[in-house]
């Protein structure tokens, strides 16, 4: 599948490739997460699926619009996932805990800081999205065709009429630099 879009379209369409495709590029960040705090392959097989249910189940929803990328999307449902687990766990009385009080705090906690976390990026691709606005041509075709295309620098070349790729490679920095400078300064606002 060629854009992220287009993923979405046939993972609701309920093309295999694309549920595939996902679980390629983006389980392996769950797992290692969910590893690293406190589960297992076994935990981690389970919230992938549920978190990939979610995504099904909006991307048949027509009002559905992803504003972030897939795995992003994903990996903050399985999060939540795994914190709603272990809320549950420890509010259950055959699991006993020497700190359960201690713990649902420090998990109330943790999920607060990782929506702050979230919500932070989501305004942070919006400042980017509005610089990308404002950088003007080339630029930001340019930008598109390498970023977001996966174009080599020979086929931005060929396509942007410059004489070879380190020019084109030239041109790119100066766009990203003229980008960033814009950037940062709509963060500094």
Same mark, same amino acid.
């Given at each position: !599948? /060629?854009?992220?879009?287009?993923?979405? @379209? @046939?993972? @609701?369409? +309920?093309?295999?490739?694309?549920?595939?495709?996902?679980?390629?590029?983006?389980?392996?960040?769950?797992? +290692?997460?969910?590893?690293? /705090?406190?589960? =297992?392959?076994?935990? $981690? @097989?389970?919230?992938?699926?549920?978190?990939? !249910?979610?995504?099904?189940?909006? $991307?048949?929803? &027509?009002?559905?619009?992803?504003?972030?990328?897939?795995?992003?999307?994903?990996?903050?449902?399985?999060?939540?996932?795994?914190?709603?687990?272990?809320?549950?766990?420890?509010? =259950? &009385?055959?699991?006993?805990?020497? /700190?359960? +009080?201690?713990?649902?705090?420090?998990? +109330?906690?943790?999920?607060?800081?990782?929506?702050?976390?979230?919500?932070?990026?989501?305004?942070?691709?919006?400042?980017? =999205?509005?610089?990308? *606005?404002?950088?003007?041509?080339?630029?930001?075709?340019?930008?598109?065709?390498?970023?977001?295309?996966?174009?080599?620098?020979?086929?931005? $070349?060929?396509?942007? *009429?410059?004489?070879? &790729?380190? /020019? $084109?490679?030239?041109?790119?920095?100066?766009?990203?630099?003229?980008?960033?400078?814009?950037?940062?300064?709509?963060?500094?606002?």
């Amino acid at each position: !599948m /060629n854009t992220e879009q287009q993923l979405l @379209a @046939a993972l @609701a369409a +309920g093309e295999r490739t694309a549920t595939e495709q996902i679980y390629r590029q983006h389980y392996h960040i769950v797992n +290692g997460w969910l590893i690293k /705090n406190g589960g =297992n392959s076994v935990d $981690a @097989a389970d919230l992938f699926q549920e978190a990939m !249910m979610v995504l099904f189940g909006k $991307a048949q929803e &027509p009002e559905f619009r992803l504003t972030c990328s897939i795995g992003t999307y994903l990996f903050a449902v399985s999060k939540h996932l795994w914190y709603k687990r272990l809320q549950q766990q420890s509010r =259950n &009385p055959q699991i006993l805990h020497e /700190n359960i +009080g201690t713990e649902e705090d420090e998990i +109330g906690i943790a999920y607060d800081d990782d929506v702050k976390v979230h919500h932070e990026r989501e305004a942070h691709y919006e400042q980017l =999205n509005s610089a990308l *606005g404002q950088i003007g041509e080339p630029c930001r075709s340019l930008l598109k065709a390498y970023y977001h295309d996966d174009k080599s620098m020979q086929e931005i $070349a060929a396509d942007f *009429g410059y004489t070879n &790729p380190d /020019n $084109a490679k030239t041109q790119k920095y100066k766009c990203l630099a003229r980008l960033r400078k814009l950037f940062y300064t709509m963060q500094a606002k």
